[in-house]
Each structure stands twice: as structure tokens, then as C-alpha cells.
């Protein structure tokens, strides 16, 4: 509540003495409106600072897994769904071998073109169920690495860490949305620094550049290298 929404409410216009506390009421709002925001900004991979490893051990020879945090039907992995993979491995020992992560159009194609024969990773992104395809079965441990996402919070006095950055990012951005919802005009310096506060976070959080060089396919396999270019 003091690291994140009273800022906000201050800035927002809502709050305006200082050292006088908000409302419960008011406290609630603002708590609703930065999950809602918490959750478009999760959906931008320039607000993900890091990935975690997600390690899937494959017991079954099939194609089809779930994946997911209900409990009747209960999935074949029990945990939170992913928003969205970025790489995977077959982890075989000490052998790591990459599998690519299939587009709508690709795994379509799947068994024509350049990656017939080739292993190939789909994710659904299904909600609140997600099914991950492997176009052949495989045995080992599967390994996502997928976008960490900022938690919601339950309670204003929930604690959580954040990396520097983040707390500008999301009193300002915050601020400019409720603003509007208490019916205040939102300050032009406050609109502009959330704008700037983002622009900055989400430059150091951009993926580097790779170019692919040799005979890549549509699927993006085949003989080459990368060369990193940032």
C-alpha cells in the first residue's frame, strides 16, 4: 500500500495532503486498477526482465501435454500456465538439445517444407489450460524458459521485490490511470514521466537482435549460425 498505491494516489491527484492516508475504499481501487495494469504490461516481453526455466520431466511417449493450476481435470503438469515460451530444450543428461517453438502457420506445415522430420515445440496458449504438441514423442526432460511475470497482489499490504525501475514504472503508469477513475485531470509532467519511465525499463529489457546466417528455412531450421548483434 505505501510502496505502490499511496505514491500513486498522490500523483494522481487523489490523495492531496501529504502523510494523509487514503481511504480504504480508495486503496481497494487503486489495488484493482494495478493488477489490471500488471497484467497488460505482463503481456509486453519488453516489461519481462528475466525468464524462468521450467524443467518437465517426459514419462509418457505422447504428443500432447497440459499444462496448468486447476484441479479437476487435473492437467499432466500442475503448475502455473505460461504466458508464453521463448526457447526449449530436450535435456538428456549432460546433452541439451534445442527443439524449435513452432508459429500457427508452422506447425501447420509441420510435416512438409524444410522442417519435415525435424522436432518441433507448439504452445497453445490456452486459458486456463494450455497444451504443449511435440511433433514427435520424446524421452528426457523438457525445458521452457518463459517469461517471468509479475505477480498480482491479494492484499495492499502484500510485500514483493522488484527490480530497479519497476517501482517508477508502475506509480506513474498507475497514476496516469487513476487519475480518470477519481475523476482528476492527469498532471502532462506525470503522463510524460510515466511515458519516459517505461521507454527506458523496456530498452534494457529488449531482446538482442540475432541475424541468421546460412540456409534457414521457413521454420528456422536447417545448417547456420547467429551472430548477435546488440
Known amino acids: 500500500g505505501t510502496g505502490l498505491l499511496y505514491p500513486a494516489l498522490r500523483k494522481a491527484g487523489v490523495t492531496l495532503g501529504p502523510g494523509r492516508g487514503p481511504s480504504d475504499a480508495q486503496y481497494e481501487d487503486a489495488l484493482q ?3 489490471r495494469l500488471m497484467g497488460s504490461l ?7 526482465w528475466t525468464l524462468d526455466i521450467l524443467q518437465l520431466p517426459i514419462t509418457t511417449a505422447k504428443t500432447q501435454w497440459t499444462i496448468g493450476n486447476i484441479t479437476s481435470p487435473a492437467p499432466d503438469f500442475a503448475q502455473t500456465r505460461p504466458e508464453m515460451p521463448a526457447q526449449a530444450h530436450l535435456v538428456n543428461g549432460e546433452t541439451r538439445t534445442p527443439i524449435p517453438i513452432a508459429t500457427p502457420e508452422q506447425w501447420a506445415q509441420r510435416d512438409s517444407g524444410c ?15 494450455a497444451t504443449i504438441y511435440l511433433s514427435s514423442p520424446l524421452a528426457g526432460t523438457l525445458e521452457l524458459w518463459t517469461w517471468h511475470r509479475v505477480p498480482a497482489f491479494v492484499s495492499v499490504n502484500d510485500l514483493g521485490q522488484l527490480p530497479r525501475g519497476y517501482e517508477d514504472v508502475l506509480v506513474l503508469n498507475l497514476a496516469v490511470r487513476l487519475a480518470p477513475q477519481f475523476q482528476r485531470q492527469v498532471d502532462p509532467n506525470v503522463r510524460a514521466d510515466a511515458r519516459e519511465a517505461l521507454m527506458r525499463l523496456e530498452s534494457i529489457n529488449a531482446p538482442r537482435p540475432i541475424a541468421e546466417i546460412g540456409d534457414i528455412g521457413a521454420c528456422g531450421c536447417g545448417s547456420g549460425f547467429n551472430v548477435y548483434t546488440g
Not at 505482463?42 to 519481462?48: G, K, V
Not at 522442417?115 to 489450460?129: F, K, S
Open 33 to 35: 486498477e494495478l493488477n
Open 42 to 48: 505482463n503481456c509486453d516481453r519488453y516489461f519481462i
Open 115 to 129: 522442417c519435415a522430420g525435424e522436432w518441433l515445440l507448439y504452445y497453445d496458449r490456452g486459458y486456463p489450460v
